[in-house]
């Protein structure tokens, strides 16, 4: 699928294509907006990122170079946006108590369709913030440890470690909520 998503953005560039840029964007936008959700925690400001992602890629400024997948490569755009928003945001206090009283909650709105997924997002929102990430690049967007690496800007060896680490710690949370062995 990486290449033809390639493949689509180059058609994208030289055409203009809106029909291709919607392909992308329709491929991309929930599993871009979990995993932004992870660093901002507010599902507005995830959406916005998103659609700036979007924006860049649309506009053609960063261009693609094919050293990473189309994924990967988008990715890394929001996870830059989101470190610029959060050096834009209140401090971190500010920001604890805002997304504690937020509203727009991911399984709320249901961009997690699956029962069994709402209950995995829900004890994943309870880790350490590099744990969420990595389990989510692996798992819900079925990343390679190569690829999450280079989102992330870890080694591999880093998110193989980060990721038993955070199984573990995923495990532990379900256990807690009454799951036992029901993800192993």
């Known amino acids: 699928m990486d290449e033809m998503d390639e493949q689509i953005y180059k058609r994208y560039l030289a055409k203009r294509s809106e029909n291709d840029l919607r392909i992308l964007l329709e491929r991309y936008k929930e599993g871009l907006i979990l995993f932004l959700y992870n660093y901002v925690h507010n599902m507005e400001d995830a959406e916005d990122l998103m659609l700036d992602a979007y924006a860049r890629i649309a506009s053609g400024t960063g261009l693609f170079a094919g050293r990473s997948s189309f994924k990967t490569w988008l990715f890394s755009i929001g996870k830059k946006l989101a470190f610029m928003h959060l050096r834009k945001s209140p401090p971190p206090s500010e920001q604890l108590d805002e997304s504690l009283n ?51 800007g870890k080694t591999k060896k880093q998110t193989y470690h980060l990721a038993e680490r955070g199984k573990a710690a995923l495990k532990e949370k379900l256990e807690q909520m009454g799951f036992e062995n029901a993800y192993n």
């Open 102 to 152: 937020d509203e727009s909650d991911p399984l709320d709105l249901g961009i997690l369709q699956d029962e069994q997924n709402r209950q995995l997002y829900q004890a994943l929102r309870q880790l350490k913030p590099e744990y969420q990430q990595i389990l989510t690049l692996l798992y819900f967007e079925q990343m390679s440890h190569e690829e999450a690496a280079r989102v992330m």
